[in-house]
């Protein structure tokens, strides 16, 4: 595969919905671990990429991220810890996280997907030149009709996925099929 790394959104994305759900309650979608381990046996670095506010809330702790992400099979953990109004650089849909991956892993985002359910990550991966991919799990649903329905507007409305799936697992059989 030519894929250097694939970052995968969580929430939404390999599990749980369209909410935020926390370490010890979160439970990844069926065939999640097995798609995980497919693209990890491909050569690929598997990347979460997440933004997680109730952090900065008190409510969760990175600790609890990394080691549930960690425990999924993620070689690498990107999270956003802030809430949106602190005007951080890597809460999607900033590409923050995508550029400090890049060089913590010598990375060409180019050679690297996103994986996620929602516009922010797609806006992140474009403004780095990342493969897009939209899940239609979580929040996918909803953001695929406002996609069909023209309903994004500004920088939103030039965004084209280069992929849309029905669930994390498709989008992993077509990264498979096409890199």
Known sequence: MNIQAVFIDRDGTIGGNDKVTYPGE????????????????????????????GIARGEASVAAFNEELGNFGFDKIYLCPHQHHEGCQCRKPSSGM???????????????????????????????????ILVKTGSGREHFNK?????????????????????????????????
């Open 98 to 132: 995508l550029k400090q991956a890049a060089i913590d892993n010598n990375l060409n985002l180019r050679n690297c997907v996103v994986i996620g359910d929602r516009w922010t990550d797609l806006l992140a991966a474009d403004e780095v030149g990342c493969k897009k």
């Open 26 to 53: 979160f439970t990844l979608y069926p065939g999640v671990s097995e798609s995980i381990q497919l693209l990890k046996m491909a050569g690929a670095l598997i990347c979460a990429f997440t933004n997680q506010p």
């Open 147 to 179: 996609y069909i329905d023209n309903q994004f507007f500004g920088r939103w409305s030039d965004i084209q996925p280069d992929f849309i799936a029905k669930d994390f697992n498709e989008a992993v059989k077509w990264l498979m099929l096409n890199q």
